[in-house]
């Protein structure tokens, strides 16, 4: 499933020929049932046939439309930051598709609890009973039972804006869904400034009430495996060929990352989004690096890291969250909302 999933991913891109495009085209019907069922379940939330719950906390959610690639984790790792600066006991709440997100989400915001739970609702009941003052959700903005407070959703520049669903393309609700959004940010690693500026001008149509903001997730810092920057960094790319190994939804991203800063050749090496690192991936990778060094996303380093004494020298490439433009007013709604000075009408 986890192949057919990477495969069905390709052929979003055009990446698969002939038998890709035939397979999308087939796809349509589905789409279409898709389509109608997205349409269908919001409006039931829009006339209050399906009930909302309310939290004791506020509540700022971190989603998107498309299926992962936006930079949700170092968003939602730099808003936990921003809380803890303000004062306040954030805790995340996901649902833990894998257990890299948990393990980074921990590493990254140590002092924050990270709560799994598949029902959101329940995930911000138990943020609550553990002592938070605020929940941030992680991937919350199609997940409409539980109430939030702030709706921010994350568009990247290098999906575009396209308008295919699921399973057709990787979108979950079309750009008209940006309607309830009370936030829209454009995240970019490779994409242009002006690339950016103009998905965001596209989306404005569509969310003329919201506040919109522009972020470049670029280069950090290269660190060991361990990704303590304070131990072991490095401010240039290691010298000489390398492979990067990755195992997130949108690889491409990372691998154009790595090969605007390496100064050798690089080969990609791409595993399914929260592939689970086994001894026998371990062997693949040692005989396809061939004596080069590895590089990884802070994600899989998480995971890679129970291998380190197999592996080659493996470097970690840190993102950093720069906001282009809209940090103020964005972080102006959220502390109305968490502080209680003016308590938003936001919708469902």
């Not at 085209?25 to 039931?44: D, F, H, I």
């Not at 930079?71 to 805790?91: D, E, F, N, Q």
């Not at 596209?202 to 903001?213: H, I």
């Not at 690096?289 to 998480?302: I, L, M, P, Q, W």
């Amino acid at each position: 499933m986890r192949s057919l999933h990477g495969w069905l991913r390709q052929s979003w891109d055009g990446q698969n020929g002939l038998l890709g495009r035939l397979t999308i085209g087939l796809l349509l019907p589905t789409e279409w049932l898709y389509r109608g069922a997205v349409v269908l379940r919001n409006r039931c939330y829009d006339l209050g046939i399906f009930s909302q719950s309310e939290s004791g906390i506020p509540v700022v959610s971190i989603g998107n439309l498309a299926v992962g690639g936006t930079g949700k984790t170092p968003v939602a790792s730099w808003l936990l930051t921003r809380l803890i600066t303000m004062g306040h006991r954030p805790a995340l709440v996901t649902r833990g598709y894998g257990v890299d997100e948990i393990l980074l989400y921990e590493a990254r915001n140590p002092s924050v609890p990270v709560v799994a739970q598949k029902s959101k609702v329940r995930g911000v009941a138990q943020a609550a009973r553990e002592g938070a003052d605020v929940a941030v959700l992680d991937d919350g903005f199609q997940h409409r039972a539980a109430k939030r407070d702030v709706d921010i959703v994350l568009l990247a520049a290098e999906q575009g804006s396209a308008r295919t669903l699921l399973p057709r393309g990787r979108f979950r609700e079309p750009l008209s869904a940006l309607s309830r959004a009370d936030a829209i940010v454009v995240t970019r690693k490779v994409a242009t400034r002006e690339e950016a500026c103009a998905l965001g001008a596209l989306a404005s149509g569509e969310a003329p009430q919201a506040v919109f903001g522009q972020i470049h997730l670029r280069e950090d810092v290269w660190t060991g495996l361990e990704g303590d920057p304070l131990v072991e960094a490095y401010n240039e790319p290691p010298a000489g060929d390398l492979l990067a190994v990755s195992s997130i939804a949108e690889p491409d991203g990372f691998h154009e990352m790595v090969r605007s800063q390496a100064r050798g050749v690089v080969e990609c090496m791409a595993f399914p989004d929260h592939h689970p690192f086994s001894h026998k991936d371990i062997c693949r990778i040692v005989e396809r690096a061939a004596g080069r060094s590895v590089v990884t996303t802070e994600k899989d380093a998480v995971k890679l890291r129970t291998f380190s004494r197999e592996l080659p020298k493996t470097y970690v490439l840190r993102l950093q969250v720069v906001w282009d433009y809209g940090e103020d007013a964005v972080m102006a709604l959220i502390r109305r909302a968490v502080e209680g000075d003016i308590h938003p009408d936001t919708n469902p």
